[in-house]
């Protein structure tokens, strides 16, 4: 929780300076400027600013993004039944956990995550909140008009649905990986991977440049810190010698549909037997290894070890 956001809404509410401010909480008016640079602060004291500004258990920084409490409140509950329906409509065959989790979440974590990734691809969250999404929240007849034709709407619940497939993918092929005890991987670029993955899912969506110039950087950006992770996470699986049934790479580079098609495939048990074409490899040269071990023993059991010429003329393509 920072400081510096609870102090700014306490003073808001309380409508008085930071010398009242400090008389108030019995500190000096140095420790409230100290605060407000992001010093860290108590629990207690936390608690102290937070009744002040009557926030009760919303977070500062999500009331500070949303313009007010009240309408940090209807965010947070169009959120929920964004992400309510797009898990609705998933078809993976995956619970998308950041979704499922986050609707029974009192303080809508989902809903701080969302508009970060909003604000880094450059988008700018309205003040006060759209009185025409107003029936969404309330559970009205056209809730799903007012999101198709509310231009942050929609693209909240087009963010929700390609993290319905990109979770899903993720949950498939990448989860256990990143959770192998073997692997030991807390606290390495791979541990951070699931946090990424609504940037990355908003990094897949067609947008117009035109009207958010700054995705073009965001999704960059993405791209390049997520395949670090993976890349990071294939080399680990690999020393360890543990088989991939597909490219993880995938995760970064393919669209969602694909990387939804792929979970759904995997779901459904269709690839069970499918192995990642490095497993290939690596069976193809342990063989080889073998037969470069053995083929001398026999051949000298045979006593034409002096006496063998290969042909290579035979293993030419085409022959």
Same mark, same amino acid.
Request: negative net charge; charged residues 30%.
């Given at each position: 929780?920072?400081?510096?956001?609870?102090?700014?809404?306490?003073?808001?509410?309380?409508?008085?300076?930071?010398? /009242?401010?400090?008389?108030?909480?019995?500190?000096?008016?140095?420790?409230?400027?100290?605060?407000?640079?992001?010093?860290? +602060?108590?629990?207690?004291?936390?608690?102290?600013?937070?009744?002040?500004?009557?926030?009760?258990?919303?977070?500062?920084?999500?009331?500070?993004?949303?313009?007010?409490?009240?309408?940090?409140?209807?965010?947070?509950?169009?959120?929920?039944?964004?992400? =309510?329906?797009?898990?609705?409509?998933?078809?993976?065959?995956?619970?998308?956990?950041?979704?499922?989790?986050?609707?029974?979440?009192?303080?809508?974590?989902?809903?701080?995550?969302?508009?970060?990734?909003?604000?880094?691809?450059?988008?700018?969250?309205?003040?006060?909140?759209?009185? =025409?999404?107003?029936?969404?929240?309330?559970?009205?007849?056209? /809730?799903?008009?007012?999101?198709?034709?509310?231009?942050?709407?929609?693209?909240?619940?087009?963010?929700?649905?390609?993290?319905?497939?990109?979770?899903?993918?993720?949950?498939?092929?990448?989860?256990?990986?990143?959770?192998?005890?073997?692997?030991?991987?807390? !606290?390495?670029?791979?541990? =951070?991977?699931?946090?990424?993955?609504?940037?990355?899912?908003?990094?897949?969506?067609?947008?117009?440049?035109?009207? +958010?110039?700054?995705?073009?950087?965001?999704?960059?950006?993405?791209?390049?810190?997520?395949?670090?992770?993976?890349?990071?996470?294939?080399?680990?699986?690999?020393?360890?010698?543990?088989?991939?049934?597909?490219?993880?790479?995938?995760?970064?580079?393919?669209?969602? !549909? /694909?990387?939804?098609?792929?979970? /759904?495939?995997?779901?459904?048990?269709?690839?069970?037997?499918?192995?990642?074409? !490095?497993?290939?490899?690596?069976?193809?040269?342990?063989?080889?290894?073998?037969?470069?071990?053995?083929?001398?023993?026999?051949?000298?059991?045979?006593?034409? =070890?002096?006496?063998?010429?290969?042909?290579?003329?035979?293993?030419?393509?085409?022959?």
């Amino acid at each position: 929780m920072k400081s510096s956001s609870l102090v700014e809404l306490a003073l808001s509410a309380q409508g008085c300076t930071q010398k /009242e401010l400090a008389l108030k909480l019995r500190v000096s008016p140095a420790q409230i400027s100290k605060w407000k640079k992001g010093e860290h +602060i108590s629990f207690e004291m936390s608690n102290r600013l937070s009744e002040l500004a009557g926030l009760g258990d919303l977070d500062p920084d999500v009331v500070l993004l949303a313009g007010s409490i009240e309408d940090a409140g209807k965010w947070i509950q169009l959120i929920r039944y964004l992400a =309510e329906l797009s898990e609705f409509s998933a078809e993976t065959g995956y619970d998308t956990a950041p979704l499922v989790e986050e609707l029974d979440d009192d303080n809508c974590h989902l809903f701080w995550n969302t508009f970060h990734v909003l604000q880094e691809m450059g988008v700018n969250i309205p003040r006060p909140f759209p009185e =025409e999404l107003e029936a969404c929240i309330a559970d009205g007849d056209d /809730e799903d008009e007012a999101i198709w034709n509310n231009e942050i709407a929609s693209l909240i619940y087009d963010m929700f649905k390609a993290l319905t497939d990109v979770y899903g993918f993720y949950a498939a092929f990448v989860a256990d990986l990143v959770f192998d005890e073997g692997l030991d991987l807390v !606290d390495t670029p791979a541990w =951070e991977l699931d946090s990424e993955l609504l940037s990355l899912a908003a990094s897949k969506l067609d947008l117009d440049a035109s009207k +958010i110039p700054g995705f073009p950087r965001f999704k960059k950006k993405v791209e390049s810190e997520v395949a670090e992770m993976v890349t990071y996470l294939k080399e680990r699986a690999f020393r360890a010698g543990i088989p991939l049934r597909i490219e993880l790479m995938d995760l970064v580079f393919d669209s969602h !549909d /694909e990387l939804g098609r792929a979970a /759904e495939a995997h779901s459904f048990g269709f690839d069970q037997s499918r192995l990642h074409p !490095d497993i290939y490899m690596n069976e193809l040269l342990t063989g080889m290894r073998v037969i470069h071990q053995v083929l001398p023993v026999i051949m000298k059991k045979l006593g034409i =070890e002096d006496e063998f010429e290969l042909d290579t003329s035979e293993l030419r393509l085409g022959r």
